[in-house]
């Protein structure tokens, strides 16, 4: 199958061998959307490198405008202001909350549950309607840029996001019952697309897939950096690998953004929301490590003369996720592959660059 | 069941006034005849070809059939086959290793066949450009009739843009 899919997704080629309507194998076969990203930041001055490092995969433009500007702010020696970095966090936990919400509607739609997807992708668009007012971009591309934040939270606009987080939070809650009490979608999530805790082990599964496997792993818990510190994020983790745990971890990863964004609102610091950058010395280093949506985005830059960029690698989570996907399908039905698809949900541009 | 109607009855009917065609997103003028137009005004079948898009375009295109814009319920949608559809709607940048599929997947789409560019990359090659691994625009591997800008374009524009191209300069 493949690359042009039958749906609103990436280009990939997938090949099955398949017994009846059993998956014996699954290839995959990556490389479409290649684009030469890599080659394009070579001599990028570090302003235009944000806004490319922000379209690496559009889902998780935070965290890698995020890792991008820790790596410049790393290679250039300065800290951004401590506003800058709560507001960045707050900017993460929200696109986490879209991106688990837009999740969880197809993870229902996948299995002919529609009403999920109605419902989840009326909260997604609330919520998405609430970052243009109040971030200026509905997936708050550029919100970050190396030095801090590229707008400032208005105080007049924290009542509003309380407000709409307890409506989500509500709504959640009730759907989060309705999923868990519906037999049929609970028939097609549990033991479909298995990843033993071992296998997960051994491939390197990162992210949510890999909390929902076993994997005890998240960046804003073992490398925290400000203002996850202060924060205490309670990890999510699931131990069965199927695809109600990467539900369940993202129903607990929503809850829990939710309970950081209203701790981020609550003692948020005040001061400027950036500073300047002065240029790195050619041949600096810097990295960034930030803890995305969908897991651990690591972005390595070194700088050339005049403050331009003379190599730049974004590294997405993705590519460790891919190969597991091909073992997480095997012994399943072919019908269930979108289902264990979507539960990964694993990005194509990130992956290909 | 009981709390699902009962969520259902309180979420209510969402969904807003679709937006206008705008004649400014038109990129060549009225290629297809008005009398084959009005066959599509109504019912029109569309296949997302994503050429190497970054993803977000394909986030707003999801956005589109929310209850909110309700594409479908202009009886727009999307189908699985370029052979089942009248109009292509392609995103992202075209990838040199896209462009093999993309011209292929044009001429599976049986006439008459519309073709519409979302996003700054589909319309200009945005950030990415031409390069060894992008060919740029769409328009550089496949004749498109309407463009729509935007970084992602909101839901709203890209609807528009489908309105555009099915108007025929009409309305």
């Not at chain 1, 059993?22 to 080659?39: A, D, M, S």
């Not at chain 1, 990028?44 to 998780?60: Q, Y």
């Not at chain 1, 009326?122 to 801090?148: S, T």
């Not at chain 1, 929902?212 to 925290?224: C, N």
């Amino acid at each position: 199958m493949g690359p042009v899919h039958a749906g609103i997704i990436e280009p990939g080629h997938f090949r099955f061998s398949i017994v009846g309507e059993t998956v014996l194998r699954l290839e995959q076969r990556l490389g479409y959307k290649h684009k030469g990203i890599e080659k394009r930041f070579e001599g990028m001055t570090l302003a235009e490198g944000a806004r490319l490092a922000g379209r690496v995969s559009g889902d998780s433009t935070v965290a890698y405008a995020w890792a991008y500007a820790m790596a410049v702010e790393s290679a250039a020696g300065v800290i951004p202001p401590p506003r800058a970095l709560w507001l960045r966090a707050l900017l993460l936990e929200r696109e986490r909350v879209a991106n688990h919400l837009g999740d969880l509607g197809y993870l229902g739609n996948d299995a002919a549950l529609a009403f999920g997807l109605a419902q989840f992708m009326c909260l997604k668009e609330d919520w998405l309607r609430a970052n243009q007012a109040v971030f200026g971009h509905r997936y708050l591309m550029d919100a970050i840029v190396p030095g801090g934040v590229a707008r400032d939270l208005a105080p007049d606009a924290m009542g509003g996001l309380r407000y709409e987080m307890d409506a989500l939070e509500a709504t959640v809650t009730s759907l989060k019952s309705i999923y868990d009490e519906h037999a049929g979608l609970q028939d097609r999530f549990i033991q479909c697309g298995n990843v033993a805790p071992a296998l997960a082990a051994r491939l390197g599964l990162t992210g949510v897939a890999g909390r929902a496997s076993g994997q005890a792993s998240d960046l804003r818990v073992e490398h925290p950096s400000i203002p996850f510190r202060e924060l205490e994020v309670r990890m999510a983790t699931h131990r069965n690998g199927d695809v109600a745990a990467r539900v369940t971890v993202r129903f607990e990863e929503i809850f829990e953004s939710l309970r950081l964004c209203r701790l981020i609102l609550d003692r948020l610091a005040l001061g400027e929301p950036v500073i300047e950058v002065p240029l790195p010395p050619a041949g600096a280093f810097g990295v960034g490590w930030v803890e995305g949506w969908r897991g651990e985005v690591f972005v390595a830059l070194e700088t050339g003369p005049e403050g331009r960029i003379r190599r730049c690698h974004p590294h997405d989570p993705s590519w460790q996720n891919w190969p597991l996907l091909e073992h997480a399908v095997i012994g399943n039905i072919v019908p269930d592959f979108p289902l264990i698809n979507k539960s990964f949900n694993l990005s194509y541009s990130g992956q290909d660059l | 069941m009981y709390y699902m109607l009962k969520q259902i009855a309180a979420t209510g009917i969402k969904t807003e006034a679709a937006p206008q065609p705008d004649e400014a997103l038109r990129a060549v003028a009225d290629r297809l005849g008005a009398e084959v137009l009005q066959y599509f005004d109504g019912a029109l079948t569309i296949r997302h070809v994503d050429a190497g898009s970054c993803n977000g375009c394909e986030l707003e295109i999801h956005m589109c059939n929310n209850p909110y814009y309700n594409l479908e319920g202009l009886g727009i949608k999307f189908v699985a086959s370029p052979r089942h559809a009248d109009m292509l709607l392609v995103t992202g940048p075209v990838s040199r290793n896209m462009e093999v599929a993309l011209k292929r997947t044009y001429d599976a789409t049986p006439e008459p066949k519309l073709v519409v560019a979302i996003g700054d990359c589909g319309c200009t090659g945005g950030i990415f450009g031409e390069s060894y691994a992008s060919c740029g625009r769409v328009s550089n591997v496949i004749p498109v009739d309407v463009t729509v800008p935007g970084c992602p374009p909101t839901p709203l524009a890209i609807m528009q843009g489908i309105l555009t191209a099915i108007s025929g300069g009409k309305r």
